[in-house]
T-cell receptor, first 113, second 114 residues
Framework: KQEVTQIPAALSVPEGENLVLNCSFT??????LQWFRQDPGKGLTSLLL?????REQTSGRLNASLDKSSGRSTLYIAASQPGDSATYLC????????????FGKGTLLTVNP | DAGVIQSPRHEVTEMGQEVTLRCKPI?????LFWYRQTMMRGLELLIY????????DSGMPEDRFSAKMPNASFSTLKIQPSEPRDSAVYFC????????????FGSGTRLTVV
């Protein structure tokens, strides 16, 4: 059974810092991995989607990497801003079941002005 | 595209009442998912539809829960009778066919059963 773990559970940083959020998964047989952002009381917004054949994806100040063999992904946020404060979730789509996402519990990020 | 549209945004109901949550997926997306989010359990898949057909309902917690997808543009999740432990945020998501696509989530329905 696929399990997804996100570390740390919460992170507080001053504005302007570069930071890394971690995601690990137990079964490396995946189709893709997706990073989401969730603001309090809101839905999930997709940030980046990395296919199993890819090493990384970039969007603006965000960079996500994937090391499928070791079961790890990182989300790098450059020059953090207070508006980046949210919960960040990673989810993997296992290759054995090509529709079912398995989510981590998320990292609650607070960027202090 | 307006994205995945869910209604209502908030629902407060008394224990024992019937609750119906609604979802309109993105046009052209063949797959539709209902998820439930709680603090304790995080995000859990309740049911998955493909081309309007329920494929996997193993996550539906009990017989009080039912879901339908009468056409490609509409799905409902019904709880009857509702219980306080059903209080959660319910999300609908859709995706095109194919493993190289991501999911798009709606804004969710926050259900409170008192």
């Amino acid at each position: 059974k696929q399990e997804v773990t996100q570390i740390p559970a919460a992170l507080s940083v001053p504005e302007g810092e570069n930071l890394v959020l971690n995601c690990s998964f137990t079964d490396s047989a995946i189709y893709n991995l997706q990073w989401f952002r969730q603001d309090p009381g809101k839905g999930l917004t997709s940030l980046l989607l990395i296919q199993s054949s890819q090493r990384e994806q970039t969007s603006g100040r965000l960079n996500a990497s994937l090391d499928k063999s070791s079961g790890r992904s990182t989300l790098y946020i450059a020059a953090s801003q207070p508006g980046d404060s949210a919960t960040y979730l990673c989810a993997v789509r296992p290759s054995g079941s090509n529709y079912k996402l398995t989510f981590g519990k998320g990292t609650l990020l607070t960027v202090n002005p | 595209d307006a994205g995945v549209i869910q209604s209502p945004r908030h629902e407060v109901t008394e224990m024992g009442q019937e609750v119906t949550l609604r979802c309109k997926p993105i046009s052209g997306h063949n797959s539709l998912f209902w998820y439930r989010q709680t603090m304790m359990r995080g995000l859990e898949l309740l049911i998955y539809f493909n081309n309007n057909v329920p494929i996997d309902d193993s996550g539906m917690p009990e017989d009080r829960f039912s879901a339908k997808m009468p056409n490609a543009s509409f799905s409902t999740l019904k709880i009857q009778p509702s219980e306080p432990r059903d209080s959660a945020v319910y999300f609908c998501a859709s995706s095109p066919d194919g493993s190289n696509h991501g999911y798009t989530f709606g804004s969710g329905t926050r259900l409170t059963v008192v």
